[in-house]
């Protein structure tokens, strides 16, 4: 059974920071490119960050400089450090595990229950 649990939600001010934690069981967990998703108030989910299983890392836009998005295979879990927060921060944080294979090719596609993050003074 594929778990992705989150942790380290919560409320914060305007440029303070947090640290998201995903631990991840019953996959593989250095094969899977991690992610990092957000769902705001009244929006689609969108891409935050990932990781891939050999460290490389992608960002939106809107987070990057202020983001860094780590993992620990030896601990199977994600992180997500996330500074100078800015109200437009605030979501519910999912944590992501994607896997393809090919012969055959195979899609595999894992979300966390997600955490909230609100950002306000």
């Known amino acids: 059974q594929v778990q992705l649990v989150e942790s380290g939600g919560g409320l914060v001010q305007p440029g303070g920071s947090l640290r998201l934690s995903c631990a991840a069981s019953?996959?593989?967990?250095?094969?899977?490119?991690m992610g990092w998703y957000r769902q705001g108030p009244g929006k689609q989910r969108e891409l935050v960050a990932d990781i891939t299983s050999g460290g490389s890392t992608n960002y939106a836009g809107s987070v990057k400089g202020r983001f860094t998005i780590s993992r620990d295979n030896t601990k199977n879990t994600v992180y997500l450090q996330m500074n100078s927060l800015k109200p437009e921060d605030t979501a519910v944080y999912y944590c992501?595990?994607?896997?393809?294979?090919?012969?055959?090719?195979?899609?595999?596609?894992?979300w966390g229950q997600g955490t909230q993050v609100t950002v306000s003074s």
């Open positions: 992501n595990a994607y896997l393809r294979t090919d012969r055959p090719t195979k899609e595999y596609d894992y």
């Open positions: 019953g996959i593989i967990f250095s094969r899977f490119v």
